[in-house]
Structure formats: C-alpha cells, structure tokens
Nanobody, 115 residues
Framework: QVQLVESGGGLVQAGGSLRLSCAAS????????MGWYRQAPGKQRELVAA???????NYADSVKGRFTVSRDNAKNTLYLQMNGLKPEDTARYYC?????????WGQGTQVTVSS
C-alpha cells in the first residue's frame, strides 16, 4: 500500500512551464514503475510519462521533447517537468505507481493551459 499525493498544478499560459510533484508515503526505490497519467473532460485517461525502478523512461508521443519524468528516491517523490505547455495539455494529471499485479493512484492535480 502506498499513498500518492500530487501537487504543482495550476493555470499557465501557452509556452509556459510547470513542475508536478508526487509525494509517496513510503520508500519508492522498490516500486517497479511510476508515472503520470492525464485525463481531460470527455477523454480517456492516457499515460503521459513513466519511469521504472531502473531509470528507464517512456513518454507519450504528444509530450516527447517537452516533458521530463524523474524520480528522487531519497525524497520519495516523483516529478514531471512540463515545458512548452500547450492548451491541449489541459487535463487533470494523476500520479500512479504499479507492479505486475497491483497499482495505486493519487487524487490528481489540475493543469490548465490558456491560449
């Protein structure tokens, strides 16, 4: 069991940047995978970025080159640095942690990008 709490969302103009944080309730070094999902109204939740315990990362094509996912094991925190934000990035962003047979989710943080 792990609790995940997101922070850092807000309102930003197109082209701006935000850094999302996900604070975990326990050591995250042994969690196989962590990542960020987002969901806009009327749309399916999609994986934005993920990082494994070994440091491998994966990104949605729509955010490659703009977003960076990272992990600070000492702080039990996952980050998502978002640069060059676009209105289409507007969504609620969720932190997730998962293994092969389980997953946990945060409550989300809203990101709104104005044009």
């Amino acid at each position: 069991q792990v609790q995940l709490v997101e922070s850092g969302g807000g309102l930003v103009q197109a082209g701006g940047s935000l850094r999302l944080s996900c604070a975990a309730s326990r050591n995250i070094s042994s969690i196989p995978s962590m990542g960020w999902y987002r969901q806009a109204p009327g749309k399916q939740r999609e994986l934005v970025a993920a990082i494994t315990s070994g440091g491998s990362t994966n990104y949605a094509d729509s955010v490659k080159g703009r977003f960076t996912v990272s992990r600070d094991n000492a702080k039990n925190t996952l980050y998502l640095q978002m640069n060059g934000l676009k209105p289409e990035d507007t969504a609620r962003y969720y932190c997730a942690a998962w293994g092969s047979r389980w997953d946990y989710w945060g409550q989300g943080t809203q990101v709104t990008v104005s044009s």
